[in-house]
């Protein structure tokens, strides 16, 4: 059975439930944002120790203004009004990307993972204008910098997640087969799920039987 410590999710679809059920597209983001606990709740279940959600990414900049506001709105609230309870279910929340929002967000972010610091039963890492390319980019520029050899290694550590192990699993809902800038150098040899559902409606039992199909899974890493 494969050993699994990494489930990265690219959480798509939420405007267009808003949309399927004749209700708005920050109607599905506020769906959406139920799902994401009944997932954090089942990861930790399945005793998942991190669980990278792309929440945001540096192109979402350009989606209307009252969305973005309301996007970021939502989650200054659930961090108010949820953050003792996730700090006392043991979990860590790590933001990555750049955290250029309202000085109100980014005093909530900052508090928030200062807060959960010390937690180890899962670490949630939160993509917030994140970008793929952006995070390499800046890499490489790190390492011109310290005059270091460029090497896989050296990349690696020089990366938002560094202190993270690649993620097993990346699964994408919506019914969308691409990757979206999201984690292209982690995810060289996850098993991808691209899964028909959107994310609202996406599930514990769906999610437990993507797990249940990756630990069957035989993983050759280029060997036979």
Same mark, same amino acid.
């Given at each position: 059975?494969?050993p699994l410590n990494h489930i990265a999710i690219i959480m798509d679809g939420n405007g267009r439930w808003g949309i399927k059920h004749?209700?708005?597209?920050?109607?599905?983001?506020?769906?959406?944002?139920?799902?994401?606990?009944?997932?954090?709740?089942?990861?930790?279940?399945?005793?998942?120790?991190?669980?990278?959600?792309?929440?945001?990414?540096?192109?979402?900049?350009?989606?209307?203004?009252?969305?973005?506001?309301?996007?970021?709105?939502?989650?200054?609230?659930?961090?108010?009004?949820?953050?003792?309870?996730?700090?006392?279910?043991?979990?860590?929340?790590?933001?990555?990307?750049?955290?250029?929002?309202?000085?109100?967000?980014?005093?909530?972010?900052?508090?928030?993972?200062?807060?959960?610091?010390?937690?180890?039963?899962?670490?949630?890492?939160?993509?917030?204008?994140?970008?793929?390319? &952006? =995070?390499?980019?800046?890499?490489? !520029?790190?390492?011109?910098?310290? %005059? /270091?050899?460029?090497? $896989?290694?050296? #990349? +690696? *550590?020089?990366?938002?997640?560094?202190?993270?192990?690649?993620?097993?699993?990346?699964?994408?809902?919506?019914?969308?087969?691409?990757?979206?800038?999201?984690?292209?150098?982690?995810?060289?040899? &996850? =098993?991808?799920?691209?899964?028909? !559902?959107?994310?609202?409606?996406? %599930? /514990?039992?769906?999610? $437990?039987?993507? #797990? +249940? *199909?990756?630990?069957?899974?035989?993983?050759?890493?280029?060997?036979?």
């Open positions: 059975m494969n004749k209700k708005s597209r920050n109607a599905g983001h506020k769906k959406g944002l139920g799902t994401v606990e009944k997932i954090i709740k089942t990861s930790i279940k399945q005793k998942i120790k991190f669980l990278t959600l792309f929440a945001f990414s540096t192109e979402n900049w350009k989606r209307p203004r009252q969305e973005i506001n309301y996007l970021f709105k939502l989650l200054q609230s659930f961090l108010i009004s949820r953050i003792d309870d996730l700090d006392k279910q043991g979990i860590k929340l790590n933001i990555i990307g750049k955290k250029n929002f309202s000085k109100k967000l980014n005093k909530i972010l900052k508090f928030s993972e200062k807060k959960t610091s010390s937690n180890s039963r899962i670490q949630i890492n939160l993509a917030l204008n994140y970008g793929s390319k &952006s =995070e390499l980019i800046n890499a490489f !520029k790190k390492l011109k910098k310290k %005059n /270091e050899s460029i090497n $896989e290694k050296n #990349i +690696k *550590k020089n990366l938002l997640t560094y202190n993270v192990p690649d993620p097993e699993i990346l699964i994408r809902t919506g019914n969308t087969k691409r990757l979206s800038n999201f984690l292209l150098w982690q995810i060289a040899y &996850s =098993e991808i799920f691209f899964e028909k !559902k959107l994310w609202p409606d996406f %599930n /514990e039992k769906d999610y $437990e039987q993507i #797990i +249940k *199909k990756y630990k069957n899974t035989k993983r050759n890493f280029g060997s036979i």
